[in-house]
Each structure stands twice: as C-alpha cells, then as structure tokens.
C-alpha cells in the first residue's frame, strides 16, 4: 500500500470519493438537475463554456491578483511607518481598530456606487479587506523585538531606521506570514462579493447571471473554476512560505 | 579612559537594592562583582551598560553616565545573537547598525580568533552554546570598546566549556576595563584582578591571590581561594528578596 502514500494520490482519491458522494446524493434523492446537477452535468458544462469561464475567470484573477499586490503592498508600508513613527501610531492606531470593526464587504455597494461597475471597484474591494489583516499582524510582529536585541540595539547605537530593518523587520516576517495567509483566504471571497454588488465581467458575475437563467450546471462549473483559482493561490502562497522557513531554518 | 568609578545607593522602583555603594573599576583590569542571584547585579550591569529600567542610582557613575555611552559593549548570558544571520552578519551587526560600512575581513579575522574558523556563514541554531558565546565574544570585540560588561557570560555552558570560554576571553580582553559578573566563585577567582562581594548593604573588596590570570584551577592558592569564598557566601544565608 506504499503507492497510497503518494500526496497527488491521496488528493485524487480523496476527490474521486467527494465525486462520488456527489453523484450517489443526486440519484439517491431525484432532485431535478435544475436544483442540484450532478458532477457529469457540471464536468460537460465545464466543457461547453470553456472559452466563457476563461474569459470571466481571466478578468477575476487580474483584479485578484492586481488587489491581493496592492493591499499587501499599502499594509506592509503602513506597518512599517506605524513602527517608525509614534506620531503615526497615535493618529493612526485608534483608526486602524475602528476600522477593522466595520464590516468591510458591507462597503462593496458603496464603492460600486465611486468606482462604477469596471475593474477598479473590485481592486480596491480586496485591497480594503486584506488591508486590515495584513496591517495589523505585520505591525505586531515589528513592535515585539525581544528585549535582549533591543538592548543589543541601544548599546551599539542603532539608527531607528536600521534598527527597523536590520532587527525589526527580520523578526516580524512570521507574523507577517500570518497576515498574508489571512489575506490569501479573504481576498478570493473579496472580489465575489464586489462582482456580485456590481459588475458585468468576473466568475461572480457569471454565476449570478447563470442561475438568473436557471443554468445551474453552468453556475456549479462557475464555483469550481473559483475555487480551483483560491488552490491554486494558496499553494503559491505555501511554497513562497516554505521557500523562506528553509532559507531561514538553512 | 581611567578608573570607572559608580557610588550610591541602588534603587530598584522604590526600594533599595544595594546601598551604600563605592565601587571602582580600573582600565586594562578584570573587576569582578560577585553575589548570589538577586542581589542586583543584572540591574548594575544594565546600570553600566546605559541600559533601560526600572533602577535609578542615587550616586555617581563616571560624571553621571554621559562620558560612558558608546564605550560600553556587552556580552550576557543569552548570547543575543539574530537567529536570521549567519556569524559574520552577527559579528558586524554593530556598523550596520549605526550605518556604517562593516569590516567583513576583521570580522572573519575575529572568527577565527575565537576559534570558528570555518563556520563562518552559520546560523546561530546550527551552532553549539559555546559556540555561541565564541560569536558574543567575537561580536563584543568587533565592537572595540573601552569597557567591556561580562553578565554572566558562561554561566549556561558545561563546566569544562566555561574553563576553555575563560581562558580565551581572558587572553582576548587583555588590556580592557572588563567588569565580570557572575555568581561562580571559581570564575571570579579565575579572571579577576580584584573582585566585590555584593550584598544589600553594600560591597565589600575580597581578597585574591596573588598569581596573574586566567589563574590555573589546579593550584592550590585558587583552591584555596574558592573554599573560603564558598564558605564565607554559605555563611551569608539566602537572599530573599528578588531583583
């Protein structure tokens, strides 16, 4: 049974079981394909639509992606001004926790309502979500420099800045780990919702569209382009990760 | 630099510490600061060391502090050594630190002074607690300072790592004011040129004998020495307060 162990082995057995599942409960319970089709239906659909899905899931990763780089981006240059700066800390700070108590999906509507139904208002929509998350583990991760390195650092007359780069910055890549893996899950979720407040492109564009036309099976192929699109950035995501543990553990 | 001189009384938020004090540090000689755990003498080193807490001496450190930052390094227990960097960034962290450009030749020249010669691109975890400390003790010299602050450098490695570790440290911070603080009788015997017994009433000189140092743990004068310190620390009971 050693071929079991195999990790793409297990994977497919695991699928084909979750498939099969599927298929039993769609005989099993006669629900109407219309309800719930089964994976034969969606697989042909997958099939048909391709060059559709394509298109639409083109335009979803882009604003995925072009948000995920600038939320990150804008929240790592936030954390890093917050730990230079205690002016910054303290018109910041009390922001940044009100902040993260407001719902920020519940802002799509009004940003559909700025930005239009184009590209921009879902980029912003990530960039906000992941924002938060992204912001406030980094900037944990800067201000717990264990006390023996900042003595370390007052002794040998650190400049704030090199202390922020040299000691700080190296210490709170974990915790900046964390907020990425955060933002990786969140930012997926993110641009659905904007595509779903408004828009006229995108996955969730099409789903809403496809199940206003009863094409179920089309909405089905849909989410499964989707989440194959969330996989496949969690799995960058983890190899970047583990790329960087071993240099560091080296 | 001359004599490093620190007078007062030791305060620790509002109690005292250590009272009474009147201790003088010499140039290019071991002064050791001797005393049972939690008797204050972390709180001096950071004290020395220009380092934050919560002590405040009533008393004099060298014309109040001002002439010493800069000219203080440190080496404590804990190595503080960056688990992200490899010997030499450890060894010159201090340049980078203050913007200056780092002597990587000296560093490796250090490196292979304090016996890493070719371990040089390691990191912290892949190295032994000795040799740890064989980087601390580099990095301290990287830093060429006047004063040298020991905090009980050697008291987390094996008996007989802690012998060689002195040896070397002796031989290498030959010339330097170096203040030792440890709690081992045999270490202050060993290294210093004239040692304190630190009690909350104050310090009071021991007597040494009269050989150079690092002093053979063989002899029978050091032996001696150590019986007698041990006995006269057994005789002085258990700290109880904290600090």
């Known amino acids: 049974m050693r071929w079991l162990n195999t990790p793409i082995l297990r994977a497919l057995l695991a699928l084909g079981f979750a498939l099969g599942v599927w298929q039993v409960v769609v005989w099993a319970s006669g629900v109407p ?25 083109r335009f979803t990763a882009v604003n995925l992606g072009i948000g995920l780089v600038a939320g990150v981006a804008l929240g790592v240059a936030t954390a890093l001004n917050l730990a230079l700066s205690p002016g910054a800390r303290l018109l910041l700070r009390p922001m940044l926790i009100f902040a993260q108590a407001v719902p920020v999906f519940a802002l799509a509507p009004i940003l559909t309502l ?11 929509i990530v960039m906000l979500v992941i924002y938060f998350p992204v912001t406030s583990a980094f900037f944990d991760g800067l201000m717990r420099l ?10 040998m007359r650190a400049t704030p800045l090199r202390r922020l780069f040299l000691l700080q910055l190296p210490n709170a890549l974990p915790a900046l780990a964390s907020g990425l893996r955060l933002a990786v899950v969140y930012a997926p979720f993110a641009v659905v919702i904007g595509e779903w407040v408004g828009s006229s492109r995108g996955l969730g564009y099409l789903m809403l569209m496809a199940n206003g036309r009863g094409q179920t099976d089309l909405m089905f192929a849909a989410l499964l382009v989707l ?10 995501f983890e190899a970047l990760a583990r790329g960087r543990t071993e240099q560091a553990g080296r | ?27 290019a000689r071991w002064s050791c600061l001797l005393g049972r755990s939690g008797v204050g003498k972390s ?22 502090g001002r002439a010493l930052a800069g000219h203080v390094a440190m080496m404590a227990q804990d190595a503080q050594l960056l688990p992200w960097a490899d010997c030499v960034q450890n060894v010159t962290i201090g340049a980078r630190l203050r913007g200056a450009r780092p002597d990587l030749a000296r560093a490796r020249a250090l490196l292979a002074q304090v016996g890493l010669a070719g371990l040089e691109g390691r990191r912290p975890a892949a190295l032994s607690g000795g040799q740890r400390q ?34 070397l440290a002796a031989k290498l911070l030959q010339g330097r004011c170096v203040i030792l603080i440890t709690h081992d009788p045999l270490e202050a015997i060993r290294l210093s040129d004239h ?28 032996l001696a020495a150590q019986a007698q310190l041990l006995a006269r620390l057994h005789s002085l009971g258990p700290v109880l307060c904290a600090g």
């Open chain 1, 146 to 155: 264990p006390a023996p390195l900042a003595d370390l650092a007052q002794m």
């Open chain 2, 134 to 167: 064989r980087v601390a003790l580099a990095r301290v010299l990287m830093e060429d300072c006047p004063i040298v602050v020991l905090d009980e450098p050697f008291s987390a490695l094996d008996t007989v790592t802690r012998l060689a570790m002195q040896d």
């Open chain 2, 43 to 64: 709180t001096l080193a950071r004290l020395i060391a220009g380092l934050p807490g919560p002590y405040r001496l009533e008393g004099e450190l060298a014309g109040n």
């Open chain 2, 1 to 27: 630099m001359s004599t490093l001189r620190l007078s007062g009384d030791l305060w620790m938020g509002d109690a005292p510490l250590i009272r009474n004090l009147a201790l003088e540090f010499p140039a």
């Open chain 1, 114 to 124: 700025w930005l239009g139904y184009g590209a921009a208002s879902k980029i912003v």
């Open chain 2, 195 to 222: 040692a304190y017994l630190l009690g909350p009433l104050g310090a009071e000189s021991l007597a040494l004998p009269a050989s150079p140092t690092p002093r053979d743990f063989t002899a029978p004068e050091t």
């Open chain 1, 227 to 236: 989440a194959a699109q969330s996989l496949i950035l969690f799995a960058l």
């Open chain 1, 33 to 57: 394909h219309f309800i719930l089709p089964g994976p034969g239906r969606v697989g042909a659909s997958l099939w048909a639509n391709a060059p559709l899905l394509w298109e639409h899931a």
